[in-house]
């Protein structure tokens, strides 16, 4: 009887632990927690979303497109381009720091936090998460 009762918490213990890893995916809006070493700054969310070759997103004040490959955990931007609104000088500087940082990155890989991670060649990445509604 006890090895039944601790089979069948083993067996719960278990599939509470079989959650899906945190992925790439398409469709799929993330934000942006940290671009290489600063922390994001403003109200207006810096964000990443996919599709089947192209990215876009907000910036932070303007809106950013590119295309990009992806080849497992290798990934490149390309063709970045955006809008042309002026915003205060922090913001903008934030901006061309995301959009810069973006045209170096190299890999992807999710972190032990189950963040999303974009790495340049050198420094720190680009850390998102999946937005929650």
């Known amino acids: 009887m006890k090895s039944q009762i601790l089979l069948g918490l083993t067996a719960l213990t278990t599939a509470g632990c079989a959650v899906e890893p945190l992925a790439l995916q398409n469709d799929v ?13 403003g109200r207006t969310p810096l964000s990443l979303t996919f599709n089947e070759d192209r990215v876009y997103g907000n910036a932070g004040c303007n809106h950013w497109f590119a295309t990009y490959e992806r080849d497992g955990q290798q990934i490149r931007f390309s063709n970045i381009g955006s809008t042309r609104k002026m915003c205060p000088e922090l913001i903008m500087k934030q901006e061309h720091h995301f959009l810069d940082l973006l045209s170096q990155v ?25 937005e929650q509604n």
């Open 29 to 41: 809006t993330y934000i942006a927690e940290w671009i290489g070493d600063e922390p994001v700054i």
């Open 106 to 130: 190299e890999r992807w890989d999710v972190s032990n936090i189950d963040q999303l991670r974009f790495w340049p060649a050198e420094g720190a990445p680009i850390r998102v998460w999946p």
